[in-house]
């Protein structure tokens, strides 16, 4: 099971962390995703981690701004997400994917476990 936490409204060029709690033994050594979703717009993929925690691929949209980790125990994933924009309002999901050797993926496919998302708003 995957929940995710702390979203809500912010200003522009505010930050927020999201996070997603990890349940479930083979979840924890997943590799892990965000994802987030507009009205009317196509799932568009964020951020990557591979299963060790040691490998983030990013979305061309967030690069430098969004942050993905994972703490020690592997029971929590989070989005820093920095410099926030009006176009970042969407709703946001964490995904636990499965990929050849537990590598970070940026392809929605892979991804077989999703959280219930969370709202982000970013007002101008």
């Known amino acids: 099971q995957l929940v995710e936490s702390g979203g809500g409204l912010v200003q522009a060029g505010g930050s927020l962390r999201l996070s997603c709690e990890v349940s479930?033994?083979?979840?924890?050594?997943?590799?892990m995703g965000w994802f987030r979703q507009a009205p009317g717009k196509e799932r568009e993929f964020l951020a990557g981690l591979d299963r060790s925690g040691n490998t983030t691929t990013y979305g061309d949209s967030v690069k430098g701004r969004f942050t993905i980790s994972r703490d020690s125990v592997k029971t929590t994933v989070y989005l820093q997400m920095n410099s926030l924009k009006p176009e970042d309002t969407a709703v946001y999901y964490c995904?636990?994917?499965?990929?050849?050797?537990?590598?970070?993926?940026?392809?929605?496919?892979?991804?077989?476990?999703w959280g219930q998302g969370t709202q982000v708003t970013v007002s101008s």
């Open positions: 479930g033994r083979t979840m924890r050594v997943s590799p």
């Open positions: 995904a636990a994917g499965e990929t050849p050797f537990g590598s970070a993926s940026r392809d929605v496919s892979d991804y077989m476990n």
